[in-house]
Antibody
Framework: QVQLVESGGGVVQPGRSLRLSCAASGFSFSSYGMHWVRQAPGKGLEWVALTWSDGSKQYYADSVRGRFTISRDNSKNTVYVQMNSLGAEDTAVYYC????????????????WGQGTLVTVSS | QSVLTQPPSVSGAPGQRVTISCTGSSSNIGAGYEVHWYQQLPGTDPKLLIFDNTYRPSGVPDRFSGSKSGTSASLAITGLQAEDEADYYCQSYDSSLNWVFGGGTKLTVL
């Protein structure tokens, strides 16, 4: 069965960096784009970033562009997000999610989600 | 504010029908992009409920249905059950902002 397991969350000071990982299993990882989506405490879902299946393209939300970098290692079935210059507004549960693009990449949706990893930015 | 607007809350008694609206604009839903819906039970990760406006993934009861018209979409839940109490999110693509979610709607089963 499809499994996505995030790791790497924790408490980090403002201005510091953190890298999250998402290990995938149960499907052909290299055939799917992968997203990161976050949810601040008590708030709604916010899309963060997408990497195409082969890693050739990346897309970012305006709120993280220039600070976050999404990448993947298809040999390890893992997607990452490198988060730099973290601020309090980045405090959230971060989910990785599998992208389905049957109707075109812009119409992609998220059919499987991980359990999330909590990032807390605080001094 | 979210690019896709949802009511903050809706409620209904067991067995009733409720609808949740998702209002966008000409740069997202109105541009023809598909709308998808997710259910998030308390303390859990989101679950895909409806994709491509009207389709249900395997395992989702047919009590859940989706529709889309113009710049808006709706999720309908019939035969409301206690276990339907959750947060519901619509999602689409915006030509300026990429992938976007609605602000979420909390469904309370009375």
């Amino acid at each position: 069965q499809v499994q996505l397991v995030e790791s790497g969350g924790g408490v980090v000071q403002p201005g510091r960096s953190l890298r999250l990982s998402c290990a995938a299993s149960g499907f052909s990882f290299s055939s799917y784009g992968m997203h990161w989506v976050r949810q601040a405490p008590g708030k709604g879902l916010e899309w963060v970033a997408l990497t195409w299946s082969d890693g050739s393209k990346q897309y970012y939300a305006d709120s993280v562009r220039g600070r976050f970098t999404i990448s993947r290692d298809n040999s390890k079935n893992t997607v990452y997000v490198q988060m730099n210059s973290l601020g309090a507004e980045d405090t959230a549960v971060y989910y990785c999610a599998r992208s389905v693009t049957a109707s075109g990449w812009q119409n992609s949706y998220f059919d499987y989600w991980g359990q999330g990893t909590l990032v807390t930015v605080s001094s | 504010q979210s690019v896709l607007t949802q009511p903050p809350s809706v409620s209904g008694a067991p067995g009733q029908r409720v609808t949740i609206s998702c209002t966008g604009s000409s740069s997202n839903i109105g541009a023809g992009y598909e709308v998808h819906w997710y259910q998030q039970l308390p303390g859990t990760d989101p679950k895909l409920l409806i994709f491509d406006n009207t389709y249900r993934p395997s395992g989702v009861p047919d009590r859940f249905s989706g529709s889309k018209s113009g710049t808006s979409a709706s999720l309908a839940i019939t035969g409301l059950q206690a276990e339907d109490e959750a947060d519901y999110y619509c999602q689409s693509y915006d030509s300026s902002l990429n992938w976007v979610f609605g602000g979420g709607t909390k469904l309370t089963v009375l």
